[in-house]
């Protein structure tokens, strides 16, 4: 597999993941039927807009290496979420905001939440070893079919 479609399939396993975990916080936390519609909603934006800001990310941070890299990309990837929050908060509360309504608000905390999340799990499969433990553990599944 060339470099990248296997950087695009990485993103697209860690989106899923990303979803996945989001969708059980929101179950968990908000109950079954609204976690599940969260994450219904969720879904599709963490797949494109989250693997796209990943990959200006990657792009912007190819020549960096070791931890700085890595807190680099953590500061990119905040940066699309709260694009995302900036322009709720513009559209959605023109007046009487507050730092409280604004936490409390479970809704608003999702791209937040979600951004940090797919950070540490595209740096999770970005290391080599873990992918071939994954590799493995996937192929051992494999194996247990009827």
Request: proline share 2%.
């Amino acid at each position: 597999m060339c470099g990248g479609a296997f950087i695009f399939t990485r993103k697209i396993i860690v989106a899923n993941f990303t979803s996945i975990i989001m969708t059980i916080f929101n179950a968990t936390i908000l109950g079954m039927e609204l976690g599940l519609f969260i994450g219904m909603y969720l879904f599709p934006l963490v797949n494109f807009y989250g693997c796209l800001s990943s990959m200006v990310s990657d792009f912007l941070t190819k020549r960096i290496h070791g931890l700085p890299r890595f807190f680099i990309a953590g500061v990119i990837h905040l940066f699309f979420a709260t694009s995302i929050l900036i322009y709720t908060l513009i559209t959605e509360y023109t007046n009487d905001i507050t730092i409280r309504k604004i936490i409390n608000d479970i809704f608003l905390m999702q791209p937040i939440m979600s951004a940090v999340i797919f950070w540490l799990l595209d740096e999770l499969f970005r290391k080599r070893k873990v992918r071939s433990k994954c590799r493995n553990l996937l192929n051992k599944l494999g194996e247990l079919r009827i």
